[in-house]
């Protein structure tokens, strides 16, 4: 394991709100709010999905169709997130790992856990804001695992 | 959405920790414990209750017949919050947003999620501690809205 | 109640972190990295077992036996913390109680809850790292109580 340096309490406290807004904006149906927590070349892989999305676009359509499936159905579903570990890398990249327990409401119940994830991301800061760079996650009723890839320069 | 002020380590540490002992006061059936994060004039309002609660002593009557019926029947419920989201306002008010997870659990179980909340808080201090004087909680397996009420003067 | 002292919050994220470091240890089968964090003479009280594990051999042999039983039948269990309450004592210890939802997922699923667990941890400093001395985890699906052991001298 990499070893990871100090994590403050301040990028503690940021990041935990970050994800906040971050799973908000997901479960109310803000692709738009969602996505700016990406940059504009970021990688979503997960093994729900066959392929990685990358870029910004292919993530906001993924994501779009996903919050347009469950509001044609009135099915509310939360992101919870818990048991943060974050790992500043000397690079300057932060890695953040944690788990969202996935939430889910159709109308009038009964609410019931749906699946859970593991969420690894790669944390970068432009302006000031921290962006996601490279996100995988693996859900854990999924057998297969999700692809790793990385970027084919090396540049991070 | 009102543009939020920073959120310093210091005041997310401190509202994490008011809302574990807030929650974990209820869970227990600690009803005064509980009511006492509420200002004198509390308004509580919840799509489970057909009107507001409005005062700590209505707060205090409701909780205190839902925890007697829980407790007369040896039921364990918890609230487990997640995702939180602080907003300080300019006027020196905090918005602070979270999902609770209620899991519920029958003597000798089983265990099960009984529903999710959004929990929607408005926070002021008084003599040092926070206090919450208006709280929105809206069920995600009730298909109504919570009401939204304002106080008639417009003080806060 | 004893009376706690400030939290501070680099002592919250600090603690918020090696939370989320211990159970992800545990959930990825790391006994040893979870055993870890306890003291040499950590003591382990459950009401899931008959009598406490006292000392990091036993618990570690505890610990062992579950993730292998796990490991064996595919099985996926996370351990997810919420509710964190942290109470620094006089004498340099702190307590830390929290909620942790035990979220299963045999191969393909489905995912549920499998039970609630109240967590209560002495933690103390050595050589400037949190490690547990008394953890005392209540699940909550369990009708009986953890037993409380005290040393017998007194000497925490």
Redesign the interface.
């Known amino acids: 394991m990499t070893r990871a340096l100090h ?4 990028l ?3 990041i ?2 970050f ?3 971050h ?2 904006a997901m479960d109310e149906g803000r692709v738009q709010d969602w996505t700016g927590g990406f940059t504009d070349d970021g990688v979503f892989i997960t093994n729900a999905r066959p392929a990685p999305q990358i870029g910004r676009a292919a993530i906001t359509a993924g994501a779009g169709a996903t919050a347009a499936n469950l509001l044609s159905n009135n099915v ?1 579903r ?9 790992r500043p890398q000397p690079d300057g990249v932060i890695l953040a ?3 969202a ?1 996935i ?1 889910r ?1 159709p ?10 994830c593991t969420c690894d991301d790669e944390l970068v800061r432009h302006d000031g804001q921290l962006l996601i760079r490279h996100r995988r996650v693996q859900r ?4 297969f695992a999700a692809p790793t890839i990385r970027p084919p320069n090396g540049s991070w």
């Open positions: 994590v403050s309490a301040e503690h406290a940021e935990a709100s994800y906040a807004r799973m908000r509310l939360r992101h919870c997130l818990a048991t943060l570990n974050i790992s944690s788990y327990i939430v409401t109308p009038g119940g009964p609410t019931a856990v749906e699946f859970l854990d009723d999924l057998v």
